[in-house]
């Protein structure tokens, strides 16, 4: 994956085999009951962290290596689920496989990029710290989130995940049986946290 040419989708940072990008939540995260329980858990902090896997201009495979929901224990996720106004949200089971690019048109770059499939191993963990509960969730489609890349000094890049739907595959009737997440996330190449692009050559 190469940046593009100066002037055609603006400037940014060479990302090859091996390079780190990471993701810093821009707005919320919320995880919404659509089935079973009612109540929203709502994040305002989360990053992921991945490594580029494979080269490629339209197929490029990630590893998402770390994610994090409110980790600061002083400053945890906020619940309407029963009686739990704070909950640890914790993603499990890393790294997730993923392919990124595939983009709809050389002039308008955007594309996606696919987290986890159905049904795969990894899972999203929700404790209801009042009740003393905890809700594991597995992706019932496929997770993919829609990149649209930014330009340089006017708007970063970003990966967006909306109403995504996970299904419960633990816990007790306490538990949400469906939840669906929503996302935006600012990206950059690390460790130098500077903007990213990713273009077809």
Not at 59 to 82: L, P, Q
Not at 149 to 159: C, E, H, I, M, R
Not at 161 to 183: D, E, M, N
Request: hydrophobic share 30%; net charge neutral.
């Amino acid at each position: 994956m190469k940046c593009p040419e100066p002037g055609k989708w603006g400037y940014g940072v060479d990302v090859f085999p091996g390079s780190a990008i990471g993701g810093t939540l821009t707005g919320k995260a919320i995880f919404e009951s659509i089935e079973g329980t009612a109540g929203t858990v709502t994040c305002t902090e989360s990053t992921f962290n991945a490594l580029l896997k494979s080269g490629g201009t339209s197929n490029a495979g990630e590893g998402v290596t770390k994610t994090t929901f409110n980790s600061n224990m002083g400053k945890r996720c906020t619940s309407t689920i029963g009686v739990n106004t704070e909950v640890e949200v914790a993603a499990e089971n890393l790294s997730y496989d993923a392919t990124t690019a595939e983009y709809e048109a050389v002039a308008s770059p955007q594309g996606h990029m696919t987290f986890a499939k159905a049904g795969g191993a990894v899972q999203i963990k929700i404790v209801l710290l009042k009740s003393g509960q905890t809700c594991l969730y597995q992706p019932s489609e496929t997770l993919k989130g829609n990149w649209v890349n930014g330009k340089a000094g006017v708007n970063p890049s970003q990966l967006s995940f909306t109403t995504k739907v996970f299904k419960q595959s633990g816990g007790p009737l306490g538990c949400p049986t469906k939840i669906r997440f929503s996302a935006t996330y600012n990206l950059k190449a690390q460790p130098e946290n500077v903007d990213i692009y990713i273009a077809k050559e």
